[in-house]
């Protein structure tokens, strides 16, 4: 018991400071900061941001837009994530959307009539509800685990994306189809103002009404929930269409970015980096707890480190390696058994704090 | 040994390896007036001056403990007094804050559990935390399995296993999976993998409060032939008589400081729990008395609910039971014979494969807790963890959850409603700390519970069922909810109520249903005729005599 903590951080610095140090958000927060300011020490202009043809461009406007997507997909799996489950399936999503929207413009006699491209996005996006409702059905009715339940569609879904594609990549030539992932609106990139728009409503309408608690309570211990009667099948079930129509949303934009479907790449483990995603910023795996916040922030420094590999320059053959160096920095700044190892490691070559911690209690000891 | 030690020789049993006579300071500025003798023994573990914060909480402050070789040494106090916390700092799961700890006279600090085994402080908890699907061999010695060219020597491991028991004269089969005896058991097992692992210092935390008599006996035994053989045990429980058969000394602890350390000889049962809750025990005698006054009137009116051959096949048979408004229905009953499983048919937790409810006379289905809960009708599991609380979420979050699930995610009640109903029930039901936003996890086990009182009486039932809801929670609070139910009952609300104490039982109830294998076997008007042995001996005969 000779093991003094450190001082609480920011007792001496104020409440305000102590707060900040004590906040959940705070690692991600300064991971990405950490990240951005690595990435000025090598361009010089990465923070700049230009206004040309009345649109914003520069590094940080690029990371936001290569970001939506990951974040939309990221969005979805929170709150699946926050129910205990997981969702492997989005990558497929993404995929069958960008199709089935590229397909419908590219058999139309009119691909860049707004009707054309109304229906494009319809047809996707009810697909996609249709996918989660069968995600949803299998664990929330069924009772298959999730990992298992959405592989099925993981697997599936990448071989319906190719039979829609017919194997090839579509391209499509439409404007107004062109806006959703690749235009720009009041000088931002459309894609940026999509994705806030819907993590804010997200945020509005989980912590607003009782949903965000409820979900917390189904996946921080699902029987007791039972007892406390939470209807759990509704929840899960429509966890699982929204994180499918967020990808379908992601799909969308990936596709009309590039002005093409490939049923083969879209998507491709987008899954995995959704689940990083939201695992930084904060939301644990066993379910509970969540913090959209912290998503949209992971999001951020994974798109962030996708920028860097490529302004790096970066050889090709070495870039999953390096992302999975910094990925394990990443991680581990953030688990807190991590960083209370750290100091504790320093302390042990120091045996004085042991002696006069040592001391005083022996002093009380005299003192009974 | 069945006697505690003399007062003035707090280990008087110890093997005679160990000096004789009482520590120095044994009663210095403690209050216990131990003798005078100035011996040399030394305590195998000796806590001083510890201090631990948690968030919010002084959960422990200038805290001491000793324990000397061959006692058994009881930790007491209240809910929230400090002793979970004082064991985990002890056993190296949390750090202290301050404080030194000396094993063997040597000052030590253990960065985790694994170190305090290897310095021989081992723990079991009240939850066997073995694996039930491998074999009684393998939990004894797993991590130390004997090896032969690097694979594992199964044979060796086994006699191994066998001999450990033998040596404690325990009779089991070693190669059967841990899962297939009862919890008791398999309690005992996980003390002798402790003992394996490090025999001079064993922390037993509340191991007696899921097991019956005879398997306490059975406890106790094991206990006895530890402590002769010079291992320390500190024992934590709540039941007072098993403190004054099995206990040399107590370490009493309140609000996170030390009260005192007494040999068991100075204690009556009384001083011990007014030391514990500093302060006149609460009467509760009033309450029984009314309590059988009533009984008759209150079984006048028509049924809140009743229920006509209700069961299920494997855990309850068929029975019949009427319940009328402001009537307090007692289920006795041993561990196992159905109490539980009768109640959770009433809240659709299980759902009966046959029989009919009525509530207010209409016929209902109650297949899950959803219809239950419209019925009016709440329910507070015996599994307090796994079952009622959430714990990353916060008080106000608990307590609100229930009347929030009713609601629907649609109608959120506002902040401000939350708020002021959460500030309501702590203050009525006394929960500490007083914070609606402390996380419910950081709660002593009988704030908890109030807790989740709280999360249920705010839905208004008509008729609430409580399972256990004073097991593993201290005096004080076991009074105050005690006396709630009472309070309840006095204002309509019906409530079934499930304790293993009989007295508590028949300090509460108009009525009193007994259980037997599965069975309701008598429902008993709870007048001056009803006894504890009168219960106990239709549990034993299966009649009503």
Known sequence: MTNRLDPPAGTARGPMLKRLAGHRLLWPSLVLIALLLGNLAFTHDFFAVRIRDGHLYGSLIDILQYGAPLTLVALGMTMVIATRGIDLSVGSTVAIAGALACEHIATSSDPDGAGTVLTAVAVALGVAVVLGLCNGLLVARLGVQPIVATLILMVAGRGVAQLITDGQIITVTSDKYHMIGGGHWLTFPFAVLLAAALVALTALVTRRSALGLLIESVGGNPAAGRLAGIRAAGLLTLVYVFSALCAAVAGLMISSNVNAADGNNAGLWIELDAILAVVIGGTALTGGRFSLGGTVLGAMIIQTLSTTVYTLGVPPETTLVFKAFVVIAVCLVQSPAFRARMPRRRKTGHPRSDTTAGAAGRQQEARA | ?545
């Open chain 2, 1 to 545: 040994m069945t006697t505690p030690s003399t007062p003035a020789d707090p280990a008087g049993t110890a093997p005679a390896g160990a000096a004789a006579g009482a520590g120095a300071d044994q009663g210095a500025g403690r209050g216990t007036g131990a003798g005078p003798d100035t011996g040399t023994r030394q305590p195998v573990l000796e806590a001083t001056g510890i201090r631990k914060q948690f968030p919010g909480v002084l959960a422990l402050d200038q805290v001491a403990l000793r324990l000397y070789p061959g006692e058994v040494h009881a930790l007491m106090g209240e809910n929230g007094a400090g002793k979970s916390t004082l064991i985990k700092v002890l056993t190296g799961v949390h750090p202290a804050d301050d404080g030194t700890l000396l094993v063997d006279g040597a000052p030590r600090s253990f960065a985790d559990p694994l170190q305090a085994q290897q310095a021989g402080i081992s723990t079991v908890y009240q939850e066997v935390n073995l694996c039930p699907n491998i074999s009684v061999a393998e939990n004894i010695l797993i991590g130390r399995e004997p090896r032969r060219f690097g694979l594992v020597h199964w044979s060796a491991l086994k006699r191994r296993a066998a001999e450990l028991l033998t040596e404690l004269d325990l009779d089991l089969d070693v190669s059967t999976p841990l899962g297939s005896h009862s919890l008791a058991v398999q309690q005992l097992v996980a003390i002798v993998r402790a003992v394996d692992l490090s025999a001079k210092v064993l922390v037993l935390d509340e191991p007696t409060s899921s097991l019956d008599r005879e398997e306490v006996a059975q406890l106790f035994t094991l206990v006895r032939r530890l402590r002769d053989r010079g291992v320390a045990i500190l024992f934590v429980t709540h039941f007072l008589d098993q403190v004054f058969e099995l206990c040399d000394r107590v370490t009493i602890l309140r609000n996170g400081r030390l009260e005192g350390e007494y040999p068991i000889g100075e204690l009556t049962p009384v001083t011990l729990v007014q030391r514990m809750i500093g302060g006149e025990l609460a009467t509760l005698d009033e309450l029984s008395e009314k309590a059988q006054e009533e009984a008759a009137e209150r079984v006048a009116g028509e049924p809140f609910l009743t229920a006509r051959e209700l069961g299920r096949a494997g855990s309850v048979e068929p029975y019949d039971l009427d319940v009328h408004a402001g009537e307090v229905i007692g289920l006795a009953g041993l561990l196992g014979s159905g109490r539980t499983e009768a109640a959770r048919l009433l809240f659709g937790a299980d759902t009966a494969d046959s029989g009919r409810v009525t509530v207010e006379g209409r016929t209902v289905s109650l297949r899950t807790p959803r219809h239950a809960i419209a019925r009016k009708i709440a329910f507070c599991s015996e599994n307090r963890k796994a079952e009622g609380i959430f714990g990353e979420l916060t008080i106000r979050e608990n307590i609100i959850l229930a009347l929030q699930a009713a609601r629907g995610w649609t109608r959120p009640l506002s902040r401000t409603k939350q708020d002021a109903l959460t500030r309501r029930w702590i203050e009525a039901l006394d929960i500490r700390p007083a914070d609606p936003e402390a996380q419910l996890r950081n709660l002593s086990g009988g704030n908890q519970q109030k807790v989740l009182l709280a999360r249920w009486l705010l839905t208004e039932p008509r008729l609430l069922i409580l399972d256990e809801p004073t097991r593993g929670i201290d005096v004080g609070a076991k009074a105050e909810i005690q006396k709630l139910v009472a309070r309840l009952a006095a204002d309509g609300t019906a409530v079934l109520f499930i304790s293993a104490e009989l007295e508590e039982v028949l300090r509460l109830s108009h009525r009193v249903a007994v259980l037997r294998d599965h069975r309701m076997v008598a429902t008993l008007v709870n007048d001056d005729g009803v006894t504890p042995d009168r219960i106990l001996a239709t549990i034993a005969t299966g009649a009503d005599s």
